[in-house]
Antibody, heavy 122, light 111 residues
Framework: QVQLQESGPGLVKPSETLSLTCSVS?????????WGWIRQPPGKGLEWIES???????FYNPSLKSRVTVSVDTTKNQLSLKLRSVTAADTAVYYC???????????????WGQGALVTVSS | QSVLTQPPSVSAAPGQKVTISCSGS????????VCWYQQLPGTAPKLLIY???KRPSGIPDRFSGSKSGTSATLGITGLQTGDEGDYYC????????????FGTGTKVTVL
């Protein structure tokens, strides 16, 4: 059974960098799927951030790309998210998920982590 | 502001049927597969429907999906109290800012 678990600091100061890790178990991240990050501000809807293949190929959200770095560590079966220069608007639950993507687009997020709440506040 | 529009809420009595619409354009729904996700209170989203109308293993056939033109629809029959939560459509958007987009979300209430 594919399982994903997000981890990282729950509180980040404004202008600093938000860093999260997603640990994947029950499936190798090198086995043919992309892996993505999605966030959800409290009481609001879902926003896709980026999806990455283990080779480094990515699909990204243009509205966030300038502040986002997503990477994979195949030795640890993990992916990570860094979001720079955060503001209160970046306060959200951050989810990692397995993504089905083809050459030009992504279609499905079929397995999700439980989510990690990150609050941006001084 | 999402490019996929859903009704804010729908409701029905237990055992009844609800439908949730997802309206988009030829940049997204019209030319891409649609998914539906269920988010029960306090939990992560869960994939309900993929490729417009396919159910992942373990999803009961009370849930169905369809697509016509630039709109998609999720149907839930035999409504149960455990179905209360938020439902989101999702698909790829091929506009200038190509990205995966989610719908605005619909809250399902079982009366």
């Amino acid at each position: 059974q594919v399982q994903l678990q997000e981890s990282g600091p729950g509180l980040v100061k404004p202008s600093e960098t938000l860093s999260l890790t997603c640990s994947v178990s029950g499936y190798s991240i090198t086995s043919g799927y992309y892996w993505g990050w999605i966030r959800q501000p409290p009481g609001k809807g879902l926003e896709w951030i980026e999806s990455i293949y283990y080779s480094g190929s990515t699909f990204y959200n243009p509205s966030l790309k300038s502040r986002v770095t997503v990477s994979v560590d195949t030795t640890k079966n993990q992916l990570s998210l860094k979001l720079r220069s955060v503001t209160a608007a970046d306060t959200a639950v951050y989810y990692c998920a397995r993504a089905y993507c083809v050459t030009t687009s992504c279609y499905t997020f079929d397995y999700w982590g439980q989510g990690a709440l990150v609050t941006v506040s001084s | 502001q999402s490019v996929l529009t859903q009704p804010p809420s729908v409701s029905a009595a237990p055992g009844q049927k609800v439908t949730i619409s997802c309206s988009g354009s030829n940049f997204n729904i019209g030319n891409n597969y649609v998914c539906w996700y269920q988010q029960l209170p306090g939990t992560a989203p869960k994939l309900l429907i993929y490729d417009n109308n396919k159910r992942p293993s373990g999803i009961p056939d009370r849930f169905s999906g369809s697509k016509s033109g630039t709109s998609a629809t999720l149907g839930i029959t035999g409504l149960q109290t455990g179905d209360e939560g938020d439902y989101y459509c999702g698909t790829w958007d091929n506009s200038m800012s190509a990205s995966y987009v989610f719908g605005t979300g619909t809250k399902v209430t079982v009366l």
